[in-house]
């Protein structure tokens, strides 16, 4: 049986995460799940969307009551000196199917669009030292798509939910 597939978007409305100019994370991060979504859809994929209203422990609750052995991917945008590249996935420690999956998807997309693949990395590596999104769900994996403030890094990443959706679908049909 095919695992329920979750997309979230990071950041709400009320605390909408990093900011450059006039773009906030939060924006971002729902276009890419906006794209990914429609992408998915029409490969025959039907992902849960997390309403992006809910604050992330209300998502966190949600998701633990309705799908507790989803795979769950959260989407967000680095924010760093305005030089840093790449894309890079975290996962809980001990999760051998978000890891594996995670690993193989995070190769694939940062091939086909020239991101520097920063790797796979446990929530303790995050510059917050712990991740709720993956510590406190079964398969959680929080993608970090690229750095924002770095003009070249989001030139390359506008093609990531085409492409995530790309390699995501087989996983999922
Ligand atoms: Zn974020």
């Known amino acids: 049986m095919k695992r329920t597939l979750i997309l979230s978007a990071g950041h709400n409305p009320r605390a909408k995460g990093a900011q450059v100019g006039d773009t906030s994370e939060y924006s971002l991060n729902c276009r890419v799940v906006m794209e990914l979504t429609d992408s998915l859809r029409k490969l025959g994929v039907?992902?849960?969307?997390?309403?992006?209203?809910m604050s992330l422990t209300e998502r966190i609750a949600w998701i633990n009551s309705n799908y507790?052995?989803?795979?769950?991917?959260?989407f967000h945008h680095n924010v760093f000196n305005k030089k840093a590249e790449g894309t890079e996935v975290f996962f809980k420690a001990g999760d051998k199917i978000?890891?594996?999956l995670g690993k193989k998807l995070l190769s694939l997309v940062a091939s086909k669009l020239s991101l520097k693949n920063r790797g796979m990395k446990l929530a303790s590596?995050?510059?917050?030292?712990?991740?709720?999104?993956?510590?406190?769900?079964s398969h959680g994996l929080l993608w970090e798509v690229c750095?924002?403030?770095?003009?070249?890094?989001?030139?390359r990443g506008v093609g990531f939910p085409e492409t995530l959706a790309q390699c995501l679908s087989p996983e999922f049909t």
């Open 98 to 100: 978000g890891f594996d």
């Open 125 to 137: 590596q995050s510059a917050r030292g712990s991740l709720a999104w993956v510590s406190r769900l």
């Open 68 to 74: 507790p052995e989803a795979i769950c991917i959260e």
């Open 147 to 155: 750095f924002m403030d770095n003009p070249e890094d989001i030139t």
């Open 46 to 53: 039907n992902p849960v969307v997390v309403d992006s209203s």
